[in-house]
């Protein structure tokens, strides 16, 4: 019914087809277990709710939803808290319960995710670049084009019959603007027709306590930690941020740092449990950001992500402190030198007499 313009390659079709082939993959099984990627965002969250609730309308079917890793930004947690929405951690899940997975917003192989490495995905919904592994499914449905794993749901539930309203509608339009910046960062056509869908049927008052929830101390001092930590070298801002309460820290301070005036790309690093994670962001819109992070850390880690944005851990096992402060700097500096900005100049980011330029 929407007017698509003709060079328009972004929004998808076919949805209802898919929709019976999704159905023939999980109808019958009660056992049924969705699985984000590990500290799953609101993207991750917001679409396997809408899988959940997909699956609920099949024959005798029924799943639960598990995450490995936390849940840590306070945006996510209050999420999960005012939306109710039914997630298990996976060590609270016996795998060997669990007759069959379907992985949302992550895929097998990535690193990023508890599948264990004996079962495979039975389904796979997702919007990072394509993997071989993923192929191996029974069903799976990968659009890059699509700026949010959200938006591929949203479609589902329409194409099933099911009202975008309520619970359902507030978690996947708040996915949607949460990964794409409303709809500014990596984010097409179908993304805003989904948003438009979504959005009347959304509760907008929740939205806004998601959006602006009560921030813990350890999270101002982290902050504090990170911006006296930061430096820039040319176009890039880069913080060691040490140890980190969450794990998604890094990825919300990665968002916060590519802020800067000055800056093009945001570096960040940090330490949880035995590993280095490390968060990059780009305001260039053809960067590439998922391998440029794949070359930096190479066998040393998994890293992963799409044009604008990227992820990456780096296994320490025991290291000491200072040499997991090291290993910090080394991967810091293959940044640097990826980008070819050595010669650039730098200076602490709150130094009043940095280098203007930088
Ligand atoms: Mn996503």
């Not at 949805?15 to 500290?39: F, K, M, P």
């Not at 997702?126 to 749901?153: K, L, N, Y």
């Not at 979504?198 to 902050?223: H, M, N, T, V």
Request: aromatic share 6%; glycine share 8%; with cysteine.
């Amino acid at each position: 019914m929407a007017t698509k313009k003709k060079n328009d390659k972004r929004s998808s079709c076919g949805t209802e087809a898919q929709l019976d082939e999704l159905r023939a993959a999980l109808e019958g099984g009660d056992r049924l277990l969705i699985l984000t990627h590990d500290n799953p965002d609101p993207d991750a969250l917001a679409s396997a709710f809408a899988l959940y609730r997909l699956v609920e309308t099949f024959d005798d079917t029924s799943a639960r939803i598990a995450f490995g890793g936390f849940v840590g930004r306070a945006e996510n947690r209050t999420m999960v808290h005012e939306l109710g929405l039914p997630i298990t951690p996976t060590w609270a899940v016996k795998f060997e319960d669990v007759d069959r997975i379907a992985l949302v917003d992550t895929q097998p192989g990535t690193g990023n995710n508890s599948l264990p490495e004996d079962r495979e995905a039975a389904v796979v919904i997702d919007h990072h670049p394509i993997r071989d592994e993923t192929r191996r499914a029974r069903f799976w449905d990968v659009r890059t084009q699509c700026g949010s794993s959200c938006t591929i749901m949203t479609q589902y539930l329409e194409a099933a019959g099911i009202p975008l309203k309520g619970r359902v509608a507030t978690a996947l339009f708040y996915g949607i603007q949460s990964e794409t910046q409303d709809l500014g960062r990596e984010a097409g056509d179908a993304d805003i027709e989904a948003s438009l869908k979504l959005y009347p049927g959304a509760d907008r008052e929740l939205i806004s306590r998601i959006r602006y929830p009560d921030l813990p101390r350890a999270y101002f001092q982290s902050l504090h930690r990170a911006l006296e930590r930061a430096r820039t070298r040319g176009p890039v801002l880069i913080s060691y941020v040490g140890k980190l309460d969450y794990p998604d820290l890094v990825a919300e301070l990665a968002d916060f740092f590519l802020r800067f005036e000055g800056a093009k790309w945001a570096f960040c690093i940090g330490l949880f449990e035995d590993s280095i994670l490390i968060s990059i962001r780009t305001s260039s819109r053809d960067a590439q950001a998922g391998q440029l992070l794949r070359r930096v850390v190479r066998s040393d880690g998994v890293a992963g992500g799409h044009g604008m944005m990227a992820g990456a851990r780096v296994p320490i096992g025991h290291l000491s402190a200072e040499d997991a402060r090291l290993k910090s700097e080394e991967l810091v500096n293959r940044f640097i030198k990826e980008l070819g900005v050595e010669d650039e100049v730098g200076g602490a980011l709150l130094s009043t007499t940095a280098t203007s330029g930088g």
